[in-house]
T-cell receptor, first 111, second 113 residues
């Protein structure tokens, strides 16, 4: 069974610091990797996607993928209170096929 | 980016009634859509894959006779919760793929009294 593992948290980070979120997955054939942010009572919002090994940066967000270790991470620099949310890691076979979600990590940014 | 809408955004119904939830891709066509359910403080659980022109594919443990899915067109999928009971109260979210990503609807909060 395909599994995606995340530390459920909560993870508390001071405002302005770097938040580091981690995710591991079991299916070696996975080709697409996503980080979604979900505020309470809202639908998930895509913040990063990554498809090849290495780092991908977008503003304050950096996604890192290591397929050999089956590991994907998300770094949030200069954390803001508005970053407080649950972050879901999702993994898929590629091509827009169905995703497997982790249980999510609840992040709290402390002012 | 691509937009997916859901209707209604919330619904309250009595036990035993049926509720229909619509999912629409507004600016792209989707031969496949996905239906998820999320209970409080839990992650998204895929219920089924909706396929335009053919039967839906249900995940293990999901009752196909209770959760009826119809993919009526390339932009519309519906989920009907039949004979709803309080344990069906949840947040239902659909998504539609536009490769390589999936775009999520805003969700429907169902409360069964």
């Amino acid at each position: 069974q395909k599994e995606v593992e995340q530390n459920s948290g909560p993870l508390s980070v001071p405002e302005g610091a770097i938040a580091s979120l981690n995710c591991t997955y079991s299916d070696r054939g996975s080709q697409s990797f996503f980080w979604y942010r979900q505020y309470s009572g809202k639908s998930p919002e895509l913040i990063m996607s990554i498809y090849s090994n290495g780092d991908k940066e977008d503003g304050r967000f950096t996604a890192q993928l290591n397929k050999a270790s089956q590991y994907v991470s998300l770094l949030i620099r200069d954390s803001q209170p508005s970053d407080s949310a649950t972050y879901l890691c999702a993994v898929g076979p590629g091509g827009g096929e169905k995703l497997t979600f982790g249980t999510g990590t609840r992040l709290t940014i402390i002012p | 980016g691509a937009v997916v809408s859901q209707h209604p955004s919330w619904v309250i119904c009595k036990s035993g009634t049926s509720v229909k939830i619509e999912c629409r891709s507004l600016d792209f066509q989707a031969t496949t859509m996905f239906w998820y359910r999320q209970f409080p403080k839990q992650s998204l659980m895929l219920m089924a894959t909706s396929n335009e022109g053919s039967k839906a594919t249900y995940e293990q443990g999901v009752e196909k006779d209770k959760f009826l899915i119809n993919h009526a067109s390339l932009t519309l999928s519906t989920l009907t919760v039949t004979s709803a009971h309080p344990e069906d109260s949840s947040f239902y979210i659909c998504s539609a793929p536009l490769a390589p990503q999936q775009f999520f609807g805003p969700g429907t909060r169902l409360t069964v009294l």
